[in-house]
T-cell receptor, first 115, second 112 residues
Framework: DGGITQSPKYLFRKEGQNVTLSCEQNLNHDAMYWYRQDPGQGLRLIYYSQIVNDFQKGDIAEGYSVSREKKESFPLTVTSAQKNPTAFYLC??????????????FGPGTRLTVL | SQQGEEDPQALSIQEGENATMNCSYKTSINNLQWYRQNSGRGLVHLILIRSNEREKHSGRLRVTLDTSKKSSSLLITASRAADTASYFC????????????FGSGTRLLVRP
Protein backbone atom coordinates (compact mmCIF):
# COMPACT_ATOMS: atom_id res chain seq x y z
CA ASP A 1 0.00 0.00 0.00
CA GLY A 2 1.95 3.00 -1.29
CA GLY A 3 1.74 6.35 0.36
CA ILE A 4 3.14 8.93 2.70
CA THR A 5 2.69 8.69 6.44
CA GLN A 6 3.17 11.13 9.27
CA SER A 7 3.35 10.50 12.97
CA PRO A 8 2.14 11.28 15.46
CA LYS A 9 -1.27 12.65 14.46
CA TYR A 10 -1.36 14.90 17.53
CA LEU A 11 1.63 16.18 19.49
CA PHE A 12 1.83 18.31 22.57
CA ARG A 13 4.96 20.21 23.48
CA LYS A 14 5.94 22.04 26.59
CA GLU A 15 7.73 25.35 26.39
CA GLY A 16 11.45 24.89 25.78
CA GLN A 17 11.17 21.36 24.41
CA ASN A 18 12.36 20.12 21.05
CA VAL A 19 10.02 17.72 19.28
CA THR A 20 10.48 15.65 16.13
CA LEU A 21 7.76 14.96 13.59
CA SER A 22 8.12 11.87 11.45
CA CYS A 23 7.48 11.63 7.71
CA GLU A 24 7.94 8.45 5.69
CA GLN A 25 7.11 7.65 2.06
CA ASN A 26 7.28 4.46 0.01
CA LEU A 27 6.48 6.09 -3.32
CA ASN A 28 10.15 6.13 -4.39
CA HIS A 29 9.95 9.91 -4.62
CA ASP A 30 13.17 11.91 -4.70
CA ALA A 31 11.87 15.17 -3.26
CA MET A 32 10.26 15.74 0.11
CA TYR A 33 8.79 18.86 1.67
CA TRP A 34 7.61 20.22 5.01
CA TYR A 35 4.85 22.82 5.21
CA ARG A 36 3.24 24.68 8.07
CA GLN A 37 -0.45 25.57 7.96
CA ASP A 38 -2.05 27.99 10.40
CA PRO A 39 -5.85 28.10 10.89
CA GLY A 40 -7.66 29.37 7.80
CA GLN A 41 -4.39 29.91 5.99
CA GLY A 42 -2.50 28.42 3.10
CA LEU A 43 0.70 26.39 3.26
CA ARG A 44 4.08 27.89 3.97
CA LEU A 45 7.23 25.97 3.04
CA ILE A 46 9.62 25.22 5.91
CA TYR A 47 12.27 22.98 4.32
CA TYR A 48 12.59 20.81 1.25
CA SER A 49 14.96 18.14 0.05
CA GLN A 50 15.51 17.05 -3.53
CA ILE A 51 18.02 14.27 -2.88
CA VAL A 52 19.39 12.31 0.04
CA ASN A 53 21.83 14.19 2.29
CA ASP A 54 20.79 17.55 0.86
CA PHE A 55 18.08 20.00 1.86
CA GLN A 56 17.24 23.68 1.47
CA LYS A 57 15.49 26.26 3.60
CA GLY A 58 12.04 27.34 2.60
CA ASP A 59 10.29 30.58 3.49
CA ILE A 60 10.01 30.02 7.25
CA ALA A 61 12.94 27.78 8.29
CA GLU A 62 13.90 29.63 11.48
CA GLY A 63 13.39 27.46 14.56
CA TYR A 64 13.18 24.24 12.55
CA SER A 65 15.71 21.63 11.47
CA VAL A 66 15.58 18.59 9.18
CA SER A 67 17.68 15.66 8.05
CA ARG A 68 17.53 13.45 4.96
CA GLU A 69 19.65 10.38 5.66
CA LYS A 70 17.35 8.03 3.75
CA LYS A 71 15.29 8.55 0.62
CA GLU A 72 12.15 7.40 2.42
CA SER A 73 12.43 9.59 5.50
CA PHE A 74 12.43 13.34 6.15
CA PRO A 75 11.96 14.10 9.86
CA LEU A 76 11.30 17.64 11.06
CA THR A 77 12.49 18.91 14.43
CA VAL A 78 10.69 21.86 15.94
CA THR A 79 13.20 23.46 18.26
CA SER A 80 12.69 25.66 21.30
CA ALA A 81 13.84 28.56 19.12
CA GLN A 82 10.51 28.41 17.27
CA LYS A 83 8.47 30.85 19.31
CA ASN A 84 5.03 30.07 17.94
CA PRO A 85 5.05 26.41 16.88
CA THR A 86 1.35 25.63 17.37
CA ALA A 87 0.16 24.71 13.87
CA PHE A 88 -0.72 21.89 11.51
CA TYR A 89 2.35 20.40 9.85
CA LEU A 90 2.14 18.71 6.47
CA CYS A 91 4.77 16.60 4.76
CA UNK A 92 4.71 16.01 1.01
CA UNK A 93 6.78 14.22 -1.62
CA UNK A 94 7.16 14.28 -5.37
CA UNK A 95 9.38 13.05 -8.18
CA UNK A 96 12.32 15.32 -8.85
CA UNK A 97 13.05 16.32 -12.39
CA UNK A 98 9.55 15.54 -13.67
CA UNK A 99 8.78 19.20 -14.11
CA UNK A 100 5.60 19.05 -16.15
CA UNK A 101 4.01 16.73 -13.63
CA UNK A 102 5.50 17.68 -10.29
CA UNK A 103 2.38 16.76 -8.41
CA UNK A 104 2.94 16.60 -4.68
CA UNK A 105 1.53 13.82 -2.53
CA PHE A 106 0.65 14.79 1.02
CA GLY A 107 0.64 12.96 4.31
CA PRO A 108 -2.30 13.25 6.75
CA GLY A 109 -0.57 15.90 8.88
CA THR A 110 0.54 16.35 12.47
CA ARG A 111 -1.19 18.85 14.71
CA LEU A 112 1.31 20.33 17.16
CA THR A 113 0.12 22.20 20.22
CA VAL A 114 2.31 24.02 22.70
CA LEU A 115 1.08 23.75 26.26
CA SER B 1 4.94 35.77 0.25
CA GLN B 2 2.15 33.78 -1.35
CA GLN B 3 2.21 33.64 -5.13
CA GLY B 4 -1.34 32.48 -5.58
CA GLU B 5 -4.32 34.25 -4.11
CA GLU B 6 -7.72 32.63 -4.24
CA ASP B 7 -11.01 34.39 -4.57
CA PRO B 8 -13.44 34.18 -2.89
CA GLN B 9 -12.05 33.23 0.51
CA ALA B 10 -15.28 31.42 1.31
CA LEU B 11 -18.19 30.19 -0.81
CA SER B 12 -21.51 28.68 0.25
CA ILE B 13 -23.77 27.07 -2.33
CA GLN B 14 -26.68 24.65 -2.54
CA GLU B 15 -26.13 21.07 -3.64
CA GLY B 16 -26.49 20.79 -7.39
CA GLU B 17 -25.21 24.30 -8.09
CA ASN B 18 -21.88 25.04 -9.73
CA ALA B 19 -18.97 26.41 -7.72
CA THR B 20 -16.35 28.68 -9.25
CA MET B 21 -13.19 29.76 -7.53
CA ASN B 22 -10.38 31.88 -8.91
CA CYS B 23 -6.65 32.09 -8.44
CA SER B 24 -4.32 34.93 -9.35
CA TYR B 25 -0.54 34.77 -9.37
CA LYS B 26 2.35 37.10 -9.96
CA THR B 27 5.19 35.50 -11.91
CA SER B 28 5.58 33.30 -14.98
CA ILE B 29 4.83 29.67 -14.31
CA ASN B 30 5.53 26.20 -15.64
CA ASN B 31 2.21 24.87 -14.47
CA LEU B 32 -0.62 25.52 -12.04
CA GLN B 33 -2.20 22.87 -9.86
CA TRP B 34 -5.37 22.67 -7.78
CA TYR B 35 -5.56 20.74 -4.53
CA ARG B 36 -8.36 19.90 -2.16
CA GLN B 37 -8.16 19.66 1.63
CA ASN B 38 -10.83 18.19 3.83
CA SER B 39 -10.89 19.62 7.34
CA GLY B 40 -7.91 18.47 9.38
CA ARG B 41 -6.50 16.31 6.60
CA GLY B 42 -3.71 16.43 4.06
CA LEU B 43 -4.07 17.89 0.59
CA VAL B 44 -5.12 15.84 -2.40
CA HIS B 45 -4.07 16.73 -5.93
CA LEU B 46 -7.02 17.40 -8.25
CA ILE B 47 -5.70 18.64 -11.56
CA LEU B 48 -2.63 20.17 -13.21
CA ILE B 49 -2.70 22.58 -16.13
CA ARG B 50 0.48 23.45 -18.01
CA SER B 51 1.36 26.97 -19.05
CA ASN B 52 0.67 26.19 -22.72
CA GLU B 53 -2.81 24.84 -21.99
CA ARG B 54 -5.93 26.98 -21.70
CA GLU B 55 -8.51 24.55 -20.41
CA LYS B 56 -8.59 21.11 -18.86
CA HIS B 57 -11.37 18.81 -17.68
CA SER B 58 -11.45 16.00 -15.17
CA GLY B 59 -14.84 14.57 -14.31
CA ARG B 60 -16.91 17.41 -12.80
CA LEU B 61 -13.86 19.69 -12.67
CA ARG B 62 -13.01 22.28 -15.27
CA VAL B 63 -9.87 24.38 -14.98
CA THR B 64 -8.96 27.35 -17.13
CA LEU B 65 -5.68 29.21 -17.31
CA ASP B 66 -5.08 32.69 -18.70
CA THR B 67 -1.35 33.37 -18.61
CA SER B 68 -1.81 36.90 -19.97
CA LYS B 69 -3.91 37.77 -16.94
CA LYS B 70 -1.97 35.44 -14.63
CA SER B 71 -5.16 33.83 -13.43
CA SER B 72 -6.87 30.48 -13.25
CA SER B 73 -10.34 29.30 -12.35
CA LEU B 74 -11.66 26.02 -11.00
CA LEU B 75 -15.26 25.12 -11.76
CA ILE B 76 -16.99 22.28 -9.94
CA THR B 77 -20.22 21.39 -11.68
CA ALA B 78 -23.28 19.82 -10.05
CA SER B 79 -21.77 20.13 -6.59
CA ARG B 80 -22.37 17.59 -3.85
CA ALA B 81 -22.22 17.88 -0.08
CA ALA B 82 -19.07 15.74 -0.25
CA ASP B 83 -17.34 18.54 -2.20
CA THR B 84 -17.26 20.60 1.00
CA ALA B 85 -13.58 21.31 1.55
CA SER B 86 -10.89 23.94 1.09
CA TYR B 87 -9.44 24.31 -2.38
CA PHE B 88 -5.93 25.61 -3.02
CA CYS B 89 -4.15 26.63 -6.16
CA UNK B 90 -0.41 26.04 -6.33
CA UNK B 91 1.94 27.51 -8.89
CA UNK B 92 5.24 26.13 -10.13
CA UNK B 93 7.17 29.34 -10.91
CA UNK B 94 9.68 29.29 -13.75
CA UNK B 95 12.37 30.71 -11.49
CA UNK B 96 12.00 28.20 -8.66
CA UNK B 97 13.72 24.93 -7.96
CA UNK B 98 10.76 22.58 -7.99
CA UNK B 99 8.97 24.41 -5.19
CA UNK B 100 5.23 24.89 -5.38
CA UNK B 101 3.77 28.08 -3.99
CA PHE B 102 0.33 27.70 -2.46
CA GLY B 103 -2.40 30.27 -2.20
CA SER B 104 -4.50 30.88 0.88
CA GLY B 105 -7.41 28.78 -0.32
CA THR B 106 -11.16 28.98 -0.87
CA ARG B 107 -13.37 27.32 1.73
CA LEU B 108 -16.33 25.75 -0.05
CA LEU B 109 -19.50 24.73 1.80
CA VAL B 110 -22.08 22.76 -0.16
CA ARG B 111 -25.39 22.71 1.67
CA PRO B 112 -27.51 19.57 1.22
Amino acid sequence: DGGITQSPKYLFRKEGQNVTLSCEQNLNHDAMYWYRQDPGQGLRLIYYSQIVNDFQKGDIAEGYSVSREKKESFPLTVTSAQKNPTAFYLCASSFFGDRPNNEQFFGPGTRLTVL
Amino acid sequence: SQQGEEDPQALSIQEGENATMNCSYKTSINNLQWYRQNSGRGLVHLILIRSNEREKHSGRLRVTLDTSKKSSSLLITASRAADTASYFCATDPMDSSYKLIFGSGTRLLVRP
